[in-house]
């Protein structure tokens, strides 16, 4: 259990703070697994980009292969794997990404820890231990380590190895954190290994770029200067008047719903609404939400309905109560800090829930909003199929899944505007379609 004033509790800068930084994800939500993984793209850091690219290929691609086409027995858990991300530092030329992969395989499954520094000034990705002086620097931290490192770890199996050393960062105070990936160091049942080295025991051992990136970690006025940074993707010149809300016990209604977001095609997605007089929802990830707080307050001035899609995209289902809460309420904060309110809807990521989530559903005053129409946008990127099979299985009240984290998807969304308006389908956010059903906080719904 951790203690709430955890030191070892990594610094991390806030993503909407660097120009153009957008989200890449890759998801999978079927009955074989649950897939979703996300990192940053940042302008001016092509190498980095390229870097955590691989390093979350080098998670998912075995996990697919063990997965394969097999799937668990009827009432075993899904196979799970998410990778999440934040920035340890965004500053000067130095940028620091810490990605903590959770793989669930059934009986086994364990989580990976590793931060990725970019040097901008050699244009460079170095692995964490280049923090430290070479052979000199990984000798005097694994000492550092060792002396104090808690009981549940093994002191012998920490060696001068810098596949060891895979995630090194910083604290508020500006203490070194060194962690572990589980299994590396200590049993899996210990949970997350790591250890505060204060400034006066790290410092002889930093390597000269191992300094700068400390520097840029604990600068208090972040600013990065990576070339030419891009105005963000969301901004339009003219702020449209937001669409009324419907009635839809007199008009005939279908509801978009857009998870996983925002994103790099975000932007150009409420353009496409606007354009055609089309509300839609929007399931935020809070990982994704924190990096666009402008996409976010654009959509609700427009006329949009956010909602809570979870802070990391795990399987709620498998998480004890506590984590779902924090999930759920780390996520209400990011939407209330954007747009000044709270969602009222709950979407659990891949549709997973339980009696544990819908009872913290309804504590947290949140109905949990499913599906009836499912393109299966996330694995066939074909904008015409999209919106074909989206038009012919909507019916009055239907709510579509998609996800606007794929251009295919935003390409298709035109076409099933125009084709459901001709059909004299108004679209309309999820509440307004389940208005006439009154949702209850934790009860769950598909359609209207
Ligand atoms: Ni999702």
Redesign the pocket.
């Known amino acids: 259990m951790r203690a709430v004033a955890d030191v070892t509790i990594v610094h991390t800068v806030n993503p909407s703070t660097v120009p153009g930084l957008t989200t890449v994800t890759r998801?999978e939500?079927n009955d074989r697994r649950h897939l979703?993984a996300a990192y940053p793209k940042i302008p001016g850091a092509g190498p980095l980009s390229r870097a955590l690219a691989s390093a979350v290929d080098g998670q998912v691609k075995p996990f697919v292969k063990a997965t394969g086409r097999t799937r668990p027995q009827p009432g075993a858990d899904i196979p799970e794997l998410n990778v999440q991300w934040s920035l340890t530092a965004a500053a000067r030329e130095i940028v620091g990404v810490r990605l903590v992969t959770s793989q669930f395989m059934g009986a086994s499954g364990g989580v990976t820890r590793e931060t990725l520094w970019y040097d901008g000034v050699a244009g460079m990705v170095r692995p964490a231990a280049d923090l430290l002086d070479g052979r000199r620097g990984l000798n005097g931290m694994v000492r550092q380590v060792r002396s104090r490192i808690g009981t549940e770890a093994n002191p012998g199996q920490v060696t001068p190895d810098p596949r060891t050393f895979s995630s090194i960062a910083f604290n508020e105070a500006g203490d070194m954190i060194v962690e572990f990936s589980d299994f590396s160091v200590a049993p899996g049942s210990a949970g997350r290994v790591a250890v505060a080295v204060p400034g006066g025991a790290y410092e002889p051992l930093l390597s000269a770029f191992g300094m700068r990136a400390r520097d840029a970690a604990l600068d208090t006025q972040p600013s990065l200067a990576l070339g030419s940074p891009t105005a963000s993707p969301t901004a339009r010149s003219t702020a449209p008047r937001p669409l009324p809300r419907t009635d839809c016990t007199r008009a005939k209604c279908v509801a978009l719903t857009f998870?996983?977001g925002p994103g790099p095609y975000t932007g150009r997605l409420l353009d496409l609404l606007a354009d055609r007089r089309a509300r839609a929802t929007f399931?935020v990830?809070g990982d994704n939400a924190a990096a666009h707080p402008d996409l976010l307050r654009r959509a609700a001035d427009e006329g949009h309905e956010i909602g809570n899609?979870t802070q990391d995209?795990r399987d709620l289902s498998r998480l004890p109560a506590m984590q779902v809460t924090s999930d759920i309420q780390l996520t209400e904060e990011v939407v209330r800090n954007a747009t000044g309110r709270s969602p009222r809807l709950l979407?659990p990521?891949?549709g997973a829930t339980n009696a544990t989530v819908g009872a913290v559903a309804k504590s947290l005053g949140l109905a949990q909003v499913m599906w009836s129409v499912d393109p299966s946008d996330w694995r066939d990127r074909d904008a015409r199929l999209v919106a074909d099979r989206v038009v012919s299985a909507s019916r009055p009240g239907s709510i579509v899944v998609l996800?606007d984290d794929h251009r295919t998807t935003v390409d298709a969304v035109p076409q099933i505007i125009k084709r459901l308006q001709a059909k004299g389908y108004t679209l309309a956010t999820a509440s307004d379609v389940l208005a006439a059903r009154h949702p209850q906080p934790g009860g769950a719904y598909r359609n209207g």
């Open positions: 998801a939500q979703f998870d996983d399931f990830v899609h995209h979407r990521p891949y996800h």
